[in-house]
């Protein structure tokens, strides 16, 4: 029988490769789909890993939140503002 591959994606925040289940999952919506009023992109937590769209991840540890909003790493990633209630709901999450 064959192993499965399991998927490896980087932290923003220690940069280090983990399973992707072990990590939170910040998905940019394609531009076509999800946008406010304003025309912004929507931007959103994926707990389940699944939504469509372009994915950054970040460890369930609250040192690597600090480092990633501390070096605007986000930002950079998605190429726009993050709204504050994303960093609230993150630190709501892994507070949990």
Do not use: Q, W
């Not at 983990?18 to 531009?31: F, H, N, R, T, Y």
């Not at 994926?46 to 690597?64: F, V």
């Not at 790493?73 to 209630?85: A, G």
Request: charged letters at 40%.
């Amino acid at each position: 029988m064959k192993n499965k591959k399991i998927p490896l994606r980087k932290c923003l925040g220690c940069s280090e490769k983990k399973e992707k289940k072990d990590l939170i999952k910040i998905v940019k919506a394609p531009s076509n789909t999800l946008s406010d009023a304003a025309g912004r992109p929507e931007i959103s937590l994926d707990l389940t890993g699944k939504l469509p769209g372009r994915g950054a991840y970040i460890c369930k540890n609250i040192d690597c939140l600090n480092k990633t909003k501390k070096s605007r790493r986000l930002e950079k990633t998605f190429k726009c503002k993050i709204p504050d209630d994303i960093y609230e709901a993150l630190e709501r999450e892994l507070n949990s």
